[in-house]
């Protein structure tokens, strides 16, 4: 079983002292820590934003891809080897803007993955911009007179997109985040999280204490429930809920596709295969 050491990187953490991500980074550890799983069987995928150097500060397969592509890039992965365990880390304007068409795309494919979205309700990286969860009114150097339009929710989105999985976290309680984490990871199908975690450079308006002043754990809620998931993502405000909004079992992806069920694309000769018909077809 891996160790904490073994799960660390000579890297230097070079995110800003008391960010969020830091709260993300260590969750994830303990929950690989906590499924036994082993460095060779994970594969984490991030896009470009502060969120994205996750990758160097973990000692598995890693892939820093580019912005708003993780996810296809995580479906490829494993779609090509099944065998692998593989996990998105994306920022909010990585998934919800440049990426978002693959959002709804990914949940209703289901495909067995899992996505992780570091949601600061800014752009970190190219220093403090608005992005598509950021709050109305909310002024940025990109919006000096505020944010004009409403924010995304992303929650009821991947509800409605037929996510099998849907949940909520935050950074600043990093035990809650893990029994999250290895619940997504455990889960057969595409698990998404969507984890509250605080800019403290930039986002003046969503600090650790705005979310501390708000949130609540779901607790006696039907996860299998769709409409009261559905409703308990709209909540916002003065309570916000977090923890496991939706669940349910659908075959994946993969389960459709009965020729290549288990095995691995990378391993599959195609010495004996004849598409010649195919080929005819298109002539
Ligand atoms: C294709 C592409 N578009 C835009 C950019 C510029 N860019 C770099 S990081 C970033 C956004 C970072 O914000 P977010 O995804 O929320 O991540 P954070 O930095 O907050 O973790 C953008 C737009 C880019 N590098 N590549
Ligand atoms: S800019 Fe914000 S998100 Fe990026 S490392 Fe600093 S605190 Fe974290």
Avoid at 77 to 95: M, Q, S, Y
Avoid at 116 to 123: C, G, P, Q, T
Avoid at 160 to 167: D, I, K, L, N
Wanted: overall charge neutral; charged content about 20%.
């Amino acid at each position: 079983m891996v160790t904490l050491k073994e799960l660390n990187t000579p890297m230097k953490i070079v995110w800003c002292p008391g960010c969020g991500n830091f709260g993300i980074l260590s969750a994830f550890k303990s929950a690989i820590i906590e499924l036994g799983l082993e460095r060779e069987q994970i594969v984490i995928v991030s896009g470009i934003g502060c969120h994205g150097k996750i990758v160097d500060y973990v000692n598995t397969n890693g892939f820093h891809g580019i912005h708003g592509r993780v996810l296809p890039l995580a479906t490829g992965i494993k779609l090509a080897n099944p065998k692998l365990t593989v996990i998105g880390f994306a920022g909010d304007a990585d998934c919800y803007d440049e990426g978002w068409d693959h959002f709804c795309h990914a949940a209703r494919r289901n495909v067995d993955i899992t996505l992780i979205v570091h949601n600061n309700m800014i752009l970190g990286l190219t220093t403090g911009q608005t992005t598509s969860t950021s709050q109305p009114g909310f002024k940025t150097k990109s919006t000096p007179f505020g944010a004009i339009s409403p924010s995304l929710n992303p929650i009821a989105n991947a509800i409605v997109s037929h996510a099998t999985f849907v949940a909520r976290g935050f950074s600043g309680d990093p035990k809650h985040l893990q029994s999250l984490i290895v619940e997504a990871i455990k889960h057969k199908g595409f698990s998404y999280i969507d984890v509250f975690q605080p800019c403290v450079t930039f986002n003046y308006l969503n600090t650790f204490e705005w979310f501390r002043k708000r949130i609540y754990k779901l607790e006696d809620h039907e996860v299998t429930d769709k409409w009261k998931a559905l409703e308990k993502s709209l909540e916002w405000g003065t309570r916000i809920p977090i923890g496991i909004f939706y669940k349910e079992e659908r075959p994946t992806y993969r389960e459709h596709l009965p020729h290549v069920k288990s095995k691995s694309l990378s391993m599959m000769s195609i010495a004996d295969m004849d598409i010649s018909e195919i080929i005819e077809t298109l002539m």
